[in-house]
């Protein structure tokens, strides 16, 4: 595996098995340090660019991956042309799915993030889907910072391998790595929006709308109040492009 780096921010060359075979081993692991996971998207990236705080979280992280089409095209534009596509959401499954396959040491996996409803109902339908899988806890993610103290108490007292925070991005990877030193899981990873598909709140776009890399429009159509969000798009376009010409010499910086 070799990191590659877009636009100062470390990327790792990791299929998608790779990636999950690599976080299931590192849950596996007695006494492991905390694996932070993080899976970029353009929206990051452009917040990494003035915010060096959130940059050096993700510089520090254990494992970056593509969370979608923009990262990959930019890591394509920018001389990569291995990384592929790891979504967060199938990132995940394929991590249960492949933990399924061990029945003498079940993994334990704990949900913090998203509305008290949507979590619990991402509880329950999680649990029947993979029933190989300890599904140790979860928490809701509408928590004052001073309620993190507790917060953490009841995750360790749960004793999961794995984290999953949903509380969408930054303040996912912010909590994280803030909370890194006290938290006893072995992996954490910010999942953004994935408890709302889980509880079935919000669909993911068919696999045609994927493979044509228009999983963000579908998004935007369901959430319209994405739309802001969506205005780092073109800013995060003109900074590749303005690397890549660089990076070919085009252009004196
Ligand atoms: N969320 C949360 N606490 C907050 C704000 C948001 O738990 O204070 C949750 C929200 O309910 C949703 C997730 O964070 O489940 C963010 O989803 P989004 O689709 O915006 O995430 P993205 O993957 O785009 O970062």
């Not at 799915?97 to 991402?122: I, N």
Request: aromatic share 6%; hydrophobic share 50%; glycine share 8%.
């Amino acid at each position: 595996m070799s990191a590659r780096n877009i636009l100062g921010l470390k990327l790792d060359e990791l299929s998608l098995e790779e990636a999950a075979a690599k976080v299931l081993r590192h849950c596996q692991t007695p006494a492991a340090p905390l694996l932070h996971i993080i899976t970029l998207n353009p929206e990051m990236v452009v917040a990494a660019q003035r915010d060096a705080h959130f940059a050096a979280i993700v510089n520090r992280a254990g494992l970056v991956v593509a969370d979608g089409v923009g990262v990959v095209w930019a890591a394509h534009k920018l001389g990569h042309p291995a990384v592929t596509k790891v979504p967060g959401i199938e990132l995940v499954e394929q991590i249960l799915a492949l933990a399924m396959q061990d029945a003498e040491r079940p993994l334990r996996v704990y949900l913090l993030g998203a509305r008290p409803d949507v979590v619990g109902e991402a509880h329950r339908r999680i649990r029947l889907r993979y029933p190989g899988v300890v599904f140790c806890g979860a928490r809701h993610g509408y928590f004052a910072a001073a309620e993190s103290e507790q917060i953490i108490a009841e995750i360790n007292a749960a004793e999961p391998d794995l984290l999953l925070v949903g509380l969408g991005s930054p303040r996912q990877e912010y909590w994280i790595a803030a909370h890194a030193e006290r938290l006893k899981c072995r992996a954490a990873i910010g999942v953004g929006g994935v408890f709302d598909v889980w509880a079935g709140r919000v669909n993911r776009a068919p696999l045609w709308l994927r493979r044509l890399g228009l999983e963000w429009l579908y998004r935007l159509i369901q959430q319209p109040a994405r739309l802001p969000r969506m205005l780092a798009l073109p800013q995060f376009v003109m900074l590749i492009y303005r690397r890549s010409r660089r990076l070919r010499g085009e252009e004196d910086v």
